[in-house]
């Protein structure tokens, strides 16, 4: 299925058109469904259209829904290293987040504000894999790539600090925001030059593209490759340029809006819903508790 933008409702998949959204006639909730079984998307072009609505003020999802496998990069943007004061590493910094963390569009994320004090944003390029990969070659891994979408792989700079842990930083629930909508690599004007903006309430925050990559999108999934088996439906974060909270010591707070801009697809819009007052205590190991 070649130069197409998606969108995942609560009727299900649909095809973005001017003026609207065409539902699609479809037995699969999203787009990681149907990759998972059919492997590609070719179902979809043949699907009938049930019906067309306006895409204003359609609740959008995820493109990509929670089961899927989210892998993420620390440290992939040259601006981000050199901001940091940081040395280019030689390896990605790779590690794998909770898929429960995954939310779509316009959600409400809450600051687990007993756990966390840095909340923090980074807007990303989400690429979503659509051929199994294993041990492949950088010149493999487009060819494997159902598309893209955006990504704000939100983390607990303090929660990193103390636990050593970017996983445990990132997967608190409604930190990975994906979507609004899901493109084929068709599509992109240039997929080695893929711009990505962050703002904060409308003040912009990061600015870059993926020629500032540290590892390139096909040489980052292609070592992930070496070290995992990837699967059709499988979520790749590739890094975030510099411009975050982290880099300017200024954190997410109760009731700003995050709007991340990808190239080619819908933005991304979360807002920071309220703070957790009252949680309930970490549960002590039963190593710890004898």
Same mark, same amino acid.
Not at 79 to 107: C, H
Not at 183 to 208: K, M, S, Y
């Given at each position: 299925? /070649? ?39 070719? /179902? ?15 609740? /959008? ?11 993420g990069?620390g ?27 995954? %939310?779509?569009?316009?959600?409400? %994320? ?19 894999i ?17 598309? &893209?979408?955006?990504?704000?792989? &939100? ?7 103390? =636990?050593?842990?970017? =996983? /445990? ?5 409604g ?7 899901f ?14 903006? =962050? ?17 390139? &999108? ?9 070290? %995992?088996?990837l699967?059709?439906?499988? &979520?790749?974060? =590739? ?21 991340v ?10 807002t ?19």
């Open positions: 299925m /070649l130069g197409v933008q998606l969108v995942v409702t609560r009727d299900g998949v649909g095809r973005l058109e001017e003026g609207g959204i065409a539902l699609l006639d479809s037995a699969f909730p999203d787009v990681a469904a149907l990759l998972r079984v059919a492997g590609s998307l070719d /179902l979809l072009a043949a699907a009938r259209v049930l019906d067309r609505v306006p895409l204003e003020g359609c609740e /959008l999802r995820a493109p990509v829904g929670g089961s899927s496998a989210v892998w990069v440290l992939n943007y040259h601006s981000k290293a050199a901001r940091a004061g940081r040395a280019v590493p030689v390896e990605p910094i790779l590690y794998l987040a909770a898929s429960s963390a995954v %939310v779509g569009p316009d959600a409400e %994320v809450t600051v687990p504000v007993e756990r966390t004090a840095e909340m923090d944003y980074e807007g990303e390029i989400a690429v979503v659509g051929q199994p990969l294993y041990q492949a070659e950088p010149s493999a891994v487009w060819p494997a790539v159902a598309g &893209i979408t955006a990504a704000n792989d &939100i983390t607990a700079r303090d929660v990193m600090r103390a =636990t050593g842990s970017p =996983t /445990l930083a990132k997967s608190f629930p930190f990975n925001p994906l979507g609004a909508s493109v084929t690599v068709d599509e992109l004007p240039d997929r080695d030059a893929i711009g990505v903006r =962050t703002f904060v309430n409308g003040e912009l925050r990061q600015a870059g593209d993926s020629s500032g990559m540290i590892f390139a &999108i096909p040489e980052l999934v292609a070592r992930l490759s070496h070290l %995992v088996a699967e059709p439906g499988d &979520i790749v974060l =590739t890094g975030t340029p510099a411009g975050t909270g982290q880099d300017r010591q200024c954190f997410l707070a109760a009731g700003d809006e995050i709007r801009e990808v190239d080619s697809v819908l933005p991304l819009v979360t920071v819903a309220g703070l957790i007052t009252e949680l309930a205590p970490t549960p002590v190991l039963a190593e710890q508790a004898r």
